[in-house]
């Protein structure tokens, strides 16, 4: 009995999952709506930073983004969606996240960028970008 792929959020069925160059670019474009967002690289792939500290960066295998966040929000992401989230033995001990790309939704990965950034900007940067 032949099955057929369900088609997922405007993607045809059968759609590859890898992220396309506009998954980089909605990244980029979430990244730099943010104040003092450095664009660079980090172990040859693409970076960002806050204020000189890293918040994130693509893995090697360019579909997915490893970003820094708690423990404990961590653990709720990749128990609640681990098709999305989820972490290898080396990210294992540190407060990161690897995110699918093309499996989040873009509202999701600005959360999660805006909850890096603010912990990371420092309170100079924080009371500049707050709206009075």
């Known amino acids: 009995m032949k099955t057929r792929a369900k088609a997922v959020a405007g993607k045809p069925a059968g759609a590859k999952s890898a992220p396309s160059a506009?998954?980089?670019e909605t990244l980029r474009r979430i990244a730099l709506s943010f104040p003092a967002i450095e664009e660079g690289t980090?172990?040859?792939t693409l970076a960002f930073r806050v204020s000189k500290k890293f918040l994130c960066r693509m893995k090697e295998d360019g579909e997915s983004l490893a970003i820094r966040m708690d423990f404990a929000?961590?653990?709720m992401l990749i128990e609640g969606e681990p098709a999305t989230f989820y972490i290898t033995d080396h990210y294992r001990n540190y407060e990161m996240v690897l995110i699918h790309l093309s499996k989040v939704h873009p509202e999701e990965l600005k959360r999660i960028f805006s909850n890096a950034w603010r912990k990371y900007a420092?309170?100079?940067?924080?009371?500049e970008a707050t709206p009075r």
């Open 22 to 24: 506009s998954d980089i």
């Open 122 to 127: 420092g309170n100079r940067l924080l009371k």
């Open 73 to 75: 929000e961590r653990e």
């Open 42 to 44: 980090s172990y040859g």
